[in-house]
């Protein structure tokens, strides 16, 4: 039993990989393909569990890919943050795909030029996997290349006018941070002579600190801007809302994720002493504020969620520059609950632009009375992101507010009064959407007679027609809105299991706030030059 | 380690010239300036990579001479290279799809920002 962690854990990168060219050879024939990708992602999800299972049971594991010692080879580590990072994309993956499934469906995207589409997705999910497995600078790199290049690619599917205009900003912002994150790279590999994380961390005790500072601003810099924390973050609200829903949900969920999980990694691993950590929590208060301000002037649905995405990204930076293990706990908890969270909202966003014909507030009126079930599908994950408190999302900010407390600093405290401020001002964002789209007439809206006929779709763009002239009734197809469903209730299952998932977290962030463990792991007792390891080990 | 000072001098001057052509409106020449950009870092890495004779694949006791280079660098720096390549051509369909489509290649602003900007103060956004 205990071999099976190993033999796992590359299976979340390879499955996706060999589906991506399963789904190409199937490009004609697009149900066996969707049929091949849904069972594959599913495949992934049960994976993950168990991998997460075993790590929790048996600790931070390494594997040497090829059986190649550790600074040569390519080492893949799971510990407890990576598992659950691993497991909460790939639901949020499989639930996103069976989205897709039913759009094409009821669109019809078969007979279009899209079989891109799947096999794509599948490189993406590969590449979150990659990175998330990384257990060296490089693969890291390598793993966020993967995932951008997907993403390019599902951002400027169909190459209308609109998404080659946000594609081209995304690329560049992309390819930039990238080309920081490879200078950093250089840097860390010429002070060190490695780039395998658990050696990095042992050899950067001894680089001096000023050169250390200078390659952690570096990677700082790089995985902010992928991260989209504050001063970097500017790109996000731009690129994301024009591609159709299922795409701009995944990236949502996922894509700024992963910049945080490798600012954690790094934060806890490579430069533990937290040379940065007041100007981290200085640029989360920013986020935060600076986020959900945008937010509440945007009248477009899905830009106003971009916002409030880039703002609630401030409360995992607050935890992370806290430092402390009970403020690690809570941005691990607070990662996964967005990541569920803000995933569905936007899938719920979808199904509005297919029920009202539009996702302006300026146009939309009437969805409580027009669809019930809508209503409580968008009530209960924005109720979540605002922190109402039986909601998970009450349950990670009082972590991360207790821990806030338990620091005690001013600066601290600022925090803790600037995430309650943002709290309250991501309900009446939130709120302002509900009254607005669902609860006033539709014919109190502006422009409430005009629509588009039919939502975005893969390739298609929408046209804006009058309100009564509309072809499509606005039925939406059971597949997504089973989807959706199950989506929003995994995220109150974080509230339902919070004690034990609250518990992982913890130990979670216990792992990380000793990187002796992670070094332990992947180092061993085999290297002579490496008096942490081998303190950790024992 | 000693460092070449003629290749830092070329890699700062190619950094410069690559964030003054990124700044740039037009798609193509941000593109050069990318690949400029990704050339100086590729000339960092292979600069700052292990002492001659001392390749990490080899161990790193001291037993060879100066004829062995780093191998590690130089696979880092080919798959950097291989990924710049693949995305500049991705980047070039852009270009050209958005001078297919608007007949210019130039980075547009977002349409809902500059009504945001142009709103009028006190102005509900949804009037």
């Given at each position: 039993?205990?071999?099976l962690?190993p033999?796992?854990?590359?299976?979340?990168?390879?499955?996706?990989?060999?589906?991506a060219?399963?789904?190409?050879?199937?490009?004609?024939?697009?149900r066996?393909?969707?049929?091949?990708?849904?069972?594959?992602?599913?495949?992934?999800?049960?994976?993950?569990?168990?991998?997460?299972?075993?790590?929790?049971?048996d600790g931070?594991?390494?594997?040497?890919?090829?059986?190649?010692?550790?600074?040569i080879?390519?080492t893949?580590?799971?510990?407890r943050?990576?598992?659950?990072?691993?497991?909460?994309?790939?639901?949020?993956?499989?639930?996103?795909?069976?989205?897709?499934?039913?759009?094409?469906?009821?669109?019809?995207?078969?007979?279009?030029?899209?079989?891109?589409?799947?096999p794509?997705?599948?490189?993406?999910?590969a590449?979150?996997?990659?990175?998330?497995?990384?257990?060296?600078l490089?693969?890291?790199?390598v793993?966020?290349?993967?995932?951008?290049?997907?993403?390019?690619?599902?951002?400027?599917?169909?190459?209308?006018?609109?998404r080659?205009?946000a594609?081209?900003?995304?690329?560049?912002?992309?390819?930039?941070?990238?080309?920081?994150?490879?200078?950093?790279?250089?840097?860390?590999?010429?002070?060190?002579?490695?780039?395998?994380?658990?050696?990095?961390?042992?050899?950067?005790?001894?680089?001096?600190?000023?050169i250390?500072?200078?390659?952690?601003a570096?990677?700082?810099?790089?995985?902010?801007?992928?991260a989209a924390?504050?001063?970097?973050?500017?790109?996000?609200?731009?690129?994301?809302?024009t591609?159709?829903?299922?795409?701009?949900?995944?990236?949502?969920?996922l894509?700024?994720?992963?910049?945080?999980?490798?600012i954690?990694?790094?934060?806890?691993?490579?430069?533990?002493?937290?040379?940065?950590?007041?100007?981290?929590?200085?640029?989360?208060l920013?986020t935060?504020?600076?986020?959900?301000?945008?937010?509440i002037?945007?009248?477009?649905?899905?830009?106003?969620?971009?916002?409030t995405?880039?703002?609630?990204?401030?409360?995992?930076?607050?935890?992370?520059?806290?430092?402390?293990?009970?403020g690690?706990?809570?941005?691990?908890?607070?990662?996964?609950?967005?990541?569920?969270?803000?995933?569905?909202?936007?899938?719920?966003?979808?199904?509005?632009?297919?029920?009202?014909?539009?996702?302006?507030?300026?146009?939309?009126?009437?969805?409580?009375?027009?669809?019930?079930?809508?209503?409580?599908?968008?009530?209960?994950?924005?109720?979540?992101?605002?922190?109402i408190?039986?909601?998970?999302?009450?349950?990670?900010?009082?972590?991360?507010?207790q821990?806030?407390?338990?620091?005690?600093?001013?600066?601290?405290?600022?925090?803790?009064?600037?995430?309650?401020?943002?709290?309250?001002?991501?309900?009446?964002?939130?709120?302002?959407?509900?009254?607005?789209?669902?609860?006033?007439p539709?014919?109190?809206?502006?422009?409430?007679?005009?629509t588009?006929?039919?939502?975005?779709?893969?390739?298609?763009?929408?046209?804006?027609?009058?309100y009564?002239?509309r072809?499509?009734?606005?039925?939406?197809?059971?597949?997504?809105v089973?989807?959706?469903?199950?989506?929003?209730?995994?995220?109150?299952?974080?509230?339902?299991?919070?004690?034990?998932?609250?518990?992982?977290?913890?130990?979670?962030?216990?792992?990380?706030?000793?990187?002796?463990?992670?070094?332990?792991?992947?180092?061993?007792h085999?290297?002579?030059?490496?008096?942490?390891?081998?303190?950790?080990?024992? | 380690?000693?460092?070449?000072?003629?290749?830092?001098?070329?890699?700062?001057?190619?950094v410069?010239?690559?964030?003054?052509?990124?700044l740039?409106?037009?798609?193509?020449?941000?593109?050069?300036?990318?690949i400029?950009?990704?050339?100086?870092?590729?000339?960092?890495?292979?600069?700052?990579?292990?002492?001659?004779?001392?390749?990490p694949?080899?161990?790193?006791?001291?037993?060879?001479g100066?004829?062995?280079?780093?191998?590690?660098?130089?696979?880092?720096?080919?798959?950097?290279?291989?990924?710049?390549?693949g995305?500049?051509?991705?980047?070039?369909?852009?270009?050209?799809?958005?001078?297919?489509?608007?007949?210019?290649?130039?980075?547009?602003?977002?349409?809902?920002?500059v009504?945001?900007?142009?709103?009028?103060?006190?102005?509900?956004?949804?009037?």
């Amino acid at each position: 039993m205990s071999d099976l962690l190993p033999t796992l854990a590359p299976l979340p990168v390879l499955v996706p990989l060999l589906g991506a060219a399963g789904t190409l050879v199937f490009g004609r024939q697009p149900r066996i393909q969707r049929l091949v990708m849904l069972v594959l992602l599913a495949a992934v999800v049960v994976i993950c569990a168990l991998l997460l299972y075993l790590v929790d049971r048996d600790g931070t594991t390494a594997l040497q890919v090829g059986g190649w010692g550790t600074p040569i080879g390519i080492t893949l580590v799971v510990d407890r943050l990576s598992a659950t990072m691993l497991l909460v994309s790939s639901i949020v993956l499989l639930a996103v795909s069976t989205y897709a499934a039913g759009q094409n469906i009821r669109d019809g995207d078969d007979r279009q030029p899209t079989s891109i589409y799947r096999p794509t997705y599948l490189v993406l999910t590969a590449g979150v996997s990659a990175a998330f497995l990384a257990g060296d600078l490089f693969n890291l790199f390598v793993g966020f290349e993967i995932l951008l290049a997907a993403s390019f690619v599902l951002l400027t599917v169909g190459a209308t006018a609109d998404r080659i205009r946000a594609g081209i900003a995304y690329v560049m912002v992309s390819m930039v941070s990238s080309l920081i994150f490879l200078t950093g790279i250089a840097l860390a590999y010429a002070a060190t002579g490695t780039l395998n994380l658990a050696q990095l961390a042992v050899r950067m005790g001894e680089v001096p600190n000023g050169i250390r500072m200078a390659v952690y601003a570096v990677l700082l810099v790089a995985f902010g801007i992928k991260a989209a924390v504050f001063p970097l973050s500017n790109w996000l609200p731009d690129s994301y809302p024009t591609a159709p829903a299922p795409v701009t949900a995944v990236f949502a969920g996922l894509l700024t994720k992963v910049g945080v999980y490798a600012i954690i990694r790094t934060h806890t691993l490579l430069f533990p002493d937290g040379g940065f950590d007041n100007i981290l929590l200085v640029c989360g208060l920013l986020t935060m504020l600076i986020g959900i301000f945008g937010a509440i002037a945007q009248s477009d649905i899905r830009r106003l969620l971009s916002f409030t995405l880039v703002s609630h990204i401030g409360y995992m930076v607050f935890g992370i520059g806290l430092g402390s293990a009970a403020g690690l706990a809570g941005a691990v908890f607070y990662v996964a609950h967005h990541i569920l969270v803000q995933t569905s909202l936007f899938l719920v966003v979808g199904l509005i632009e297919r029920q009202a014909g539009s996702v302006s507030l300026r146009r939309l009126g009437g969805l409580a009375a027009a669809s019930p079930l809508l209503a409580v599908l968008f009530l209960v994950p924005a109720l979540n992101l605002g922190g109402i408190p039986p909601f998970s999302g009450f349950i990670g900010k009082v972590a991360l507010l207790q821990a806030g407390a338990a620091d005690g600093r001013v600066l601290a405290w600022v925090l803790v009064a600037g995430s309650v401020v943002t709290s309250l001002l991501t309900l009446y964002a939130v709120a302002r959407v509900w009254s607005k789209a669902f609860w006033r007439p539709r014919t109190e809206a502006p422009e409430g007679h005009l629509t588009a006929a039919k939502p975005p779709t893969l390739v298609e763009d929408s046209t804006d027609v009058l309100y009564d002239e509309r072809t499509d009734p606005g039925r939406m197809p059971l597949l997504m809105v089973l989807s959706t469903t199950a989506l929003v209730v995994v995220g109150l299952c974080l509230t339902v299991f919070a004690g034990p998932i609250l518990r992982i977290a913890d130990r979670a962030a216990t792992d990380l706030s000793d990187p002796a463990v992670y070094i332990g792991a992947v180092l061993g007792h085999s290297d002579a030059d490496h008096p942490v390891a081998s303190k950790g080990a024992k | 380690m000693s460092a070449n000072l003629t290749l830092l001098i070329l890699i700062g001057i190619l950094v410069a010239c690559g964030v003054y052509l990124i700044l740039e409106r037009a798609v193509s020449k941000m593109l050069l300036g990318m690949i400029l950009f990704g050339n100086a870092v590729n000339l960092l890495i292979l600069t700052v990579g292990g002492r001659g004779g001392r390749p990490p694949i080899r161990g790193e006791a001291e037993h060879t001479g100066a004829e062995t280079a780093d191998p590690l660098a130089q696979a880092m720096v080919l798959t950097a290279i291989v990924i710049t390549m693949g995305l500049a051509a991705f980047v070039l369909a852009l270009a050209y799809r958005s001078y297919i489509l608007t007949t210019t290649e130039d980075v547009q602003n977002d349409p809902e920002d500059v009504e945001v900007a142009t709103r009028r103060e006190g102005e509900d956004p949804e009037r």
